[in-house]
T-cell receptor, first 120, second 116 residues
Framework: AQKITQTQPGMFVQEKEAVTLDCTYD???????LFWYKQPSSGEMIFLIY??????QNATEGRYSLNFQKARKSANLVISASQLGDSAMYFC?????????????????FGKGTHLIIQP | DTGVSQDPRHKITKRGQNVTFRCDPI?????LYWYRQTLGQGPEFLTY????????KSRLLSDRFSAERPKGSFSTLEIQRTEQGDSAMYLC??????????????FGPGTRLTVL
């Protein structure tokens, strides 16, 4: 079973609108972290936001916020007031802090990504 | 410090040749990671160093792959007898020690390998 599922292969959004990118995860580890990265066409992975499994509040970083619903195992990224420069691939990733399943305890497990295109 | 750097940015090689990539992490980071990203997929974890010790290796890391971090600073990833299936973007990331290691992992620009 996939550990990280991103169900939206591509999205088109009008500039200045808010965007929600979906991410669901699967783990039995009680302690884990969830990450979102942006990858523009240049290829570099840019860290956006982090949410720990024990964090009581949803993480926010500027225009980015993470809608963390632990019972549903979802960690959706919300981008407010989208800009043309937001066009990129977006990846959700997880790190499990106690278990050693999948790719290793210290590496991140990534989803397949969502290609976001902001239209003027 | 300008972040994680990788060299070369692009490498084209013929099948059967050996290639070596270099990663320089952020200077105060003692953890270093290698990932591989194929077209249309997210990155996949390959291996991880804490200082000079290689602590974790993925099942994806076949015997043809070897990674080193001899002095706990830069790291090299070597692929021997390259195959066309090795064509991918190879990403390096680093993170600091301590509590920040859990919530920060910064990536370099990657090395794109094409095996002909």
């Amino acid at each position: 079973a996939q550990k990280i599922t991103q169900t939206q292969p591509g999205m088109f959004v009008q500039e200045k609108e808010a965007v929600t990118l979906d991410c669901t995860y699967d783990t039995s580890d009680p302690s884990y972290g969830l990450f979102w990265y942006k990858q523009p066409s240049s290829g570099e992975m840019i860290f956006l936001i982090y949410q720990g499994s024990y964090d009581q509040q949803n993480a926010t970083e500027g225009r980015y916020s993470l809608n963390f619903q632990k019972a549903r195992k979802s960690a959706n990224l919300v981008i407010s007031a989208s800009q043309l420069g937001d066009s990129a691939m977006y990846f959700c990733a997880m790190r499990e802090y106690q278990g050693r399943s999948g790719g290793g305890a210290d590496g991140l497990t990534f989803g397949k990504g969502t290609h976001l295109i902001i239209q003027p | 410090d300008t972040g994680v750097s990788q060299d070369p940015r692009h490498k084209i090689t013929k099948r059967g040749q050996n290639v070596t990539f270099r990663c320089d992490p952020i200077s105060e980071h003692n953890r270093l990671y290698w990932y591989r990203q194929t077209l249309g997929q997210g990155p996949e974890f390959l291996t991880y160093f804490q200082n000079e010790a290689q602590l974790e290796k993925s099942r994806l890391l076949s015997d043809r792959f070897s990674a080193e971090r001899p002095k706990g600073s830069f790291s090299t990833l070597e692929i021997q007898r390259t195959e066309q299936g090795d064509s991918a973007m190879y990403l390096c990331a680093s993170s600091p020690s301590g509590i920040a290691a859990y919530n920060e992992q910064f990536f370099g620009p990657g090395t794109r390998l094409t095996v002909l």
